[in-house]
């Protein structure tokens, strides 16, 4: 059976139809600032003044962006959020590690300690997608870890410190669309591909003077680390404004121009508000239609940078998320493994929350066609 042929009107349309949790919405003002300066930066070594001004750029909106206090520097390295799973593996646990798992994200952090022949097997406190968990002082952890933003289902957890070891929170979908203080952390970790509306293949971390301590323990300690893993390796390239081995020239640039433009119109705070406008647009939305559900039933743990809302039986989000996607509604199919019948939309700042309303008006006019 084919594709119902359902033509979205027009006036119902958002005016930029991507809606996806990552790679994410690129501003075409950073396209243009990209393009603008094209010629005399891409292609151009990273060891050289052209890159690291741009690096030393990023590392500097970062660390004005989320108020990073005394001591607290800015790192970065290649492998996006991937690797730094085996960076802090390698780089920050001692022996042992509590982890929150509530979602796919989590879990891979999990599996990638778990499988370390050098560290004891980590606490792990769980609980179901669409719900999370705390994590509690334990005797014999040296790292607590968990997400901000569980990507794959939009439950969020605020950032709080737990007593007793290092504190690392995952904050790939949340950085720069969720509220933080950088107090209550150690490492605070993220990509460039969510909020940050750049391309992928990079991590960013900012680390507490007991992170940047740690890591250097651990390197002198002589447990074998690779190099493109070391952490210490990246502490050392950041300070002089560029990485261990070569990255994507334009995802930085990209990301350095998401954290002006940020910055320009006020800053974490206003780009906290902004998310939390277009998460109240989707969830009030999802609460009042009779066909759909918020699926984070809590609303504390709501996130307000990725909503996921469930559709009711009969109504097949498959064949929803096709009609949209035909119609240039992108990319507001659910997380693969989580196997749900949903909608899952990005809300990060980048998307306008006139356009989250837009997109609630086609999901009905879709809907509607549908029955």
């Not at 493109?228 to 404004?241: G, P, Q, Y």
Request: charged share 20%; with cysteine; proline share 6%.
């Amino acid at each position: 059976m084919g594709l119902p042929d359902i033509r979205i009107p027009a006036e119902l349309l958002p005016a930029d139809g991507r809606f996806n949790c990552g790679p994410s919405k690129i501003r075409p003002e950073q396209v243009a600032a990209l393009s603008a300066v094209a010629g005399d930066y891409l292609g151009t070594s990273h060891r050289q003044r052209t890159v690291r001004d741009q690096v030393a750029r990023l590392r500097r909106g970062i660390a004005a962006l989320f108020g990073a206090p005394d001591g607290y520097e800015v790192v970065l390295g290649n492998g996006g959020t991937t690797a730094f799973w085996e960076v802090a593996t390698f780089g920050l646990v001692r022996e042992r590690a509590q982890l929150a798992s509530f979602g796919e994200f989590g879990q891979k952090l999990v599996d990638a300690m778990t499988a370390a022949p050098f560290l004891a097997d980590p606490s792990v406190r769980t609980a179901p997608p669409g719900e999370a968990v705390a994590l509690t002082g334990e005797d014999g952890v040296d790292v607590y870890g968990t997400p901000q933003n569980e990507t794959s289902t939009g439950a969020a957890v605020p950032v709080r410190r737990v007593d007793g070891g290092l504190m690392l929170h995952d904050a790939t979908s949340g950085a720069g669309g969720l509220p933080v203080d950088l107090a209550e952390t150690d490492c605070y970790y993220f990509a460039p591909q969510k909020c940050l509306g750049s391309e992928a293949g990079l991590w960013l971390a900012i680390l507490s003077p007991a992170a940047l301590e740690r890591a250097a323990e651990i390197h002198a300690s002589g447990r074998y680390v690779p190099a493109f893993l070391d952490l210490t390796v990246a502490i050392d390239n950041s300070r002089k404004d560029q990485t261990y081995n070569t990255p994507s020239l334009s995802t930085i640039l990209l990301a350095a121009e998401q954290v002006d433009w940020i910055l320009a119109n006020g800053g974490l705070d206003w780009s906290v508000r902004r998310c939390a406008e277009s998460a109240a647009i989707l969830y009030d939305w999802a609460e009042r239609t009779d066909y759909t559900t918020p699926f984070v039933t809590d609303p504390g743990l709501r996130s307000t940078v990725v909503g996921t809302v469930d559709l009711a039986d009969g109504i097949d989000a498959t064949t929803v998320s096709a009609v949209l996607r035909a119609n240039g509604v992108r990319d507001t199919e659910p997380y693969r493994k989580l196997g749900r019948n949903q909608l899952r939309v990005a809300l990060f700042p980048s998307i306008e929350p006139a356009d989250v309303a837009a997109l609630t008006r086609c999901v009905d006019h879709v809907v509607g066609q549908l029955a």
